[in-house]
């Protein structure tokens, strides 16, 4: 097996190349929004709904290239690991007419816990890897991380395999016990794209969530690891996305992730 901190420098450097390519990149930081409000998710949706309430700053431009039009159109979340503090974080928007998703933004994680592999069991620390889903009812804009959104970790997949855990979410304040974890700024702006989604009459957000970029040439990186052939599983999902653009259905056979027409 190869070295793994010889494999985490290479995906390090893969993914900070790959990031450079990709539009409308947010670090995030901090938010003036009270992170004790109860009202903090209804102040954030105003903040990122109504222009406004914009004085001084013109969200628009840089850092926040923000773009009030497209809230409400149907999200898909896709989340690459990476290194620690290097993953990343891509919102993808369905467009105006036809199926397809198109990049939207690409947001730094503040943190995972863990390490490259898929979480295994409750208290492990490992942040999830696989196909996952928000629905309305998964949404907490109470979370004791500002915002939060609930993956629905332990899946079909994660069960038929006997893995354990619960609450395995993307929120904010930066802190990691298995969870994504994000600047209060950016679980602002991806929790009211989602928010605005299912209240627009998307049915669940999917969410999939990735080591690195699934290419061949990052397979060959990891080759003999204990975990490469669930990878080359969760691959199967990466591609069908990359050839049509559309998050596909998921199910579970045999133990493995299978996919399909939405």
């Not at 390090?12 to 190349?17: F, I, R, W």
């Not at 990122?48 to 431009?61: R, S």
């Not at 990878?231 to 996919?259: A, Q, T």
Request: glycine content about 8%; proline content about 5%.
């Amino acid at each position: 097996m190869k070295s793994l901190i010889g494999i985490w420098i290479t995906l390090m450097t893969l993914a900070l190349v790959a990031e450079e390519a990709k539009p409308a990149f947010f670090p995030g930081g901090e938010t003036e929004i009270d992170v004790s409000a109860a009202d903090r998710a209804e102040q954030a949706f105003q903040k990122w709904t109504d222009p406004e309430v914009w004085e001084e700053k013109d969200p628009t431009e840089d850092p926040y290239y923000w773009n009030f039009e497209v809230v409400g159109r149907h999200v898909f979340l896709r989340v690459i690991k990476g290194g620690n503090r290097e993953g990343l974080l891509e919102v993808w928007l369905k467009k105006e007419s036809g199926p397809e998703y198109v990049i939207y933004k690409t947001y730094r994680i503040a943190r995972f816990s863990g390490r490259l592999g898929p979480k295994t069991a409750q208290g492990d620390l490992q942040a999830p890897e696989g196909f996952y889903y928000v629905s309305r009812n998964r949404m907490n804009p109470r979370s004791n991380f500002h915002l939060s959104m609930n993956l629905g970790y332990p899946n079909k997949f994660d069960r038929y395999h006997g893995r354990t855990g619960d609450y395995l979410m993307i929120h904010g304040n930066r802190v990691s016990v298995g969870c994504y974890a994000m600047t209060d700024a950016s679980i602002e702006q991806i929790y009211t794209l989602v928010d605005a989604a299912l209240t627009n009459g998307q049915r669940i957000v999917r969410v999939h969530c990735f080591p690195f970029e699934m290419t061949e040439e990052n397979l060959e990186i990891v080759e003999g690891d204990e975990h490469e052939s669930f990878w080359k599983n969760l691959k199967e999902g990466w591609d069908w996305f990359e050839e049509r653009r559309i998050p596909p259905d998921v199910g579970v056979s045999e133990g493995k992730y299978s996919f399909s027409n939405p």
